[in-house]
Structures are given as C-alpha cells and as structure tokens.
C-alpha cells in the first residue's frame, strides 16, 4: 500500500538550517533502541505532538523548538500497527532471542534492535510505522490519545517541506 503522508520532525532551532540545506541524520543511541531502531523519527500527521516530544522528552525550552514538516512516500515499509506485520515482527524477535541465547550471548532483545536486526538481515524497508499511547492526563481515561512514530531508515522517501510556522503554548 503506497504511504503518502504529511509527518513532523521537531529539532533544535539550531539544527534546521543544516536539516533545511543537508537533509536529516539518523539518529543511533540506547533510547532509539527501545523505539524503532536507528533512523529519523516523525509523528505522523501531528506536528504539535513533535513540539511536545521536544518540550517533554528531551527538555527543551520551548523557544528553542522547531518543527520540520516534510511528506514522507513510499510503499516499501514496515507499518506495525497491521496485525500480520506486528506478529512477524513478534516472530523474528522471539527467533533473534532464542538464536541469541543459543550462541550465550547476554543480550537485551529490544523492539529496536529486533528492527535494526531486521532491516539488515532480511528485507531492507524505507521506513516503520507503529503507535504508541501518550499517559492519559484527564478524565477521559477510556480514550487515550496515540502518537504515530514513523522511524526512516532510507532518507529517499523524505521530501522536505520546511519549517512549520505555528507555535504551541500550553
């Protein structure tokens, strides 16, 4: 199925003149790890929810955040929320850590590095797609508002739109 969708990058303002003329660097570290792996991180169709990622989750002022809006295309991905996909994801994992543990290697098995596994060992994808719950801050508790990440791992499939205008207040 062919992705076409508006998605958002939130970044220091310092960053976007080089995002702007160079395009994005993927990001590799222990937290990427726990998400989707190595690769540049957007919320789909939601560019306060990257302002708020920026504001909650690496503690930016909020006058140092900026939001890059860019459409992302392509039909080689990985979309998690999808049922067969997931549970193959699922499946791959449970071999990675049984294959592991065979070896007697000591490795914490995490979505992102099943994922990383994934991509360069079996069929490389432009990108994956999957949702996470944000905690629920209201009353509303039977419905839960859900962010959806997409992580690219190939640059090819991001056009840069440019610097989203609005800002956020509380």
């Not at 995002?19 to 990001?27: E, H, K, M, R, V």
């Not at 919320?43 to 140092?64: I, P, T, Y």
């Not at 992302?72 to 699922?90: A, H, M």
């Not at 007697?104 to 060992?121: D, E, F, Q, R, W």
């Amino acid at each position: 199925m062919e992705y076409n969708k508006l998605c958002f990058h939130g970044t220091h303002k310092n960053n976007v003149s080089g995002i702007l003329n160079n395009g994005f660097t993927a990001s590799s570290n222990e937290v990427d790890d726990k998400y989707l792996g190595k690769g540049v991180y957007f919320m789909e169709e939601d560019a306060k929810a990257s302002f708020n990622f920026c504001l909650g989750v690496h503690k930016m002022d909020r006058d140092d955040i900026r939001v890059i809006k860019v459409l992302i295309e392509s039909s080689n991905y990985l979309n998690l929320i999808n049922t067969v996909e997931y549970d193959e994801f699922i499946k791959i994992g449970n071999e990675l850590k049984k294959t592991l543990k065979e070896a007697g290697k000591s490795a914490k098995v995490t979505p992102g590095i099943v994922l990383n596994y994934i991509y360069n060992n079996h069929d490389k994808f432009d990108f994956v797609r999957h949702c996470f719950t944000i905690p629920c801050v209201t009353e509303y508790k039977t419905i839960r508002r859900q962010n959806i990440y997409v992580c690219v791992k190939d640059n090819n499939c991001i056009n840069i739109i440019g610097e989203e205008s609005k800002k956020w207040e509380d």
